[in-house]
């Protein structure tokens, strides 16, 4: 898991750690991508699947079949994303993300579907594409 393994346990904070300020600093720190911040209420699930799913800079990103190392994993508990993460290949492939309650975990398909995450979708940075 290399690099992967020194963000495990950091904490989550509402609007400073959270899964997305989280995503953002991986996606800078380990593979050089500049993300925008989000201004939105995270404990307003309706409020953030609506900003994942409609903010412009989605368009930036690849819907894709089959993550890789580093792709954003949007989850999702019906339809609408509400949580984001980053694909990491290692113990056969899973999910870095941020939660409330735990702070970064790293969470393969069992222990995901285990906690409800019924829906994962992949997506990968146009410059790495």
């Given amino acids: 898991m290399s ?3 020194d963000y495990i ?4 904070i509402a609007g400073e750690h959270d899964c ?9 720190e380990v593979f050089h991508v500049e993300l925008p911040a989000f201004d939105v209420d995270v ?4 409020s953030v699947a609506k ?9 930036n990103w690849d819907k894709v079949c089959s993550p890789k190392e580093g792709d954003a994993v949007l989850m999702a508990h ?6 984001i993460g980053v694909w ?15 702070g970064v975990v790293f969470s393969n398909y069992k222990s995901l579907e ?14 790495e594409s």
């Fill in 3 to 5: 690099w992967a393994i």
């Fill in 9 to 12: 346990g950091d904490p989550w």
């Fill in 20 to 28: 997305w300020a989280f995503f953002r600093r991986v996606q800078k």
């Fill in 43 to 46: 404990d307003n699930i309706l």
């Fill in 51 to 59: 900003e994942l799913n409609s903010n412009e800079e989605k368009s």
């Fill in 78 to 83: 019906t339809k609408y994303p509400s949580h």
């Fill in 88 to 102: 990491v290949d290692a113990d056969r492939g899973g999910v870095l993300h941020c939660t409330r309650g735990e």
């Fill in 114 to 127: 285990m906690l409800g995450w019924k829906t994962l979708t992949y997506y990968r940075h146009k410059n």
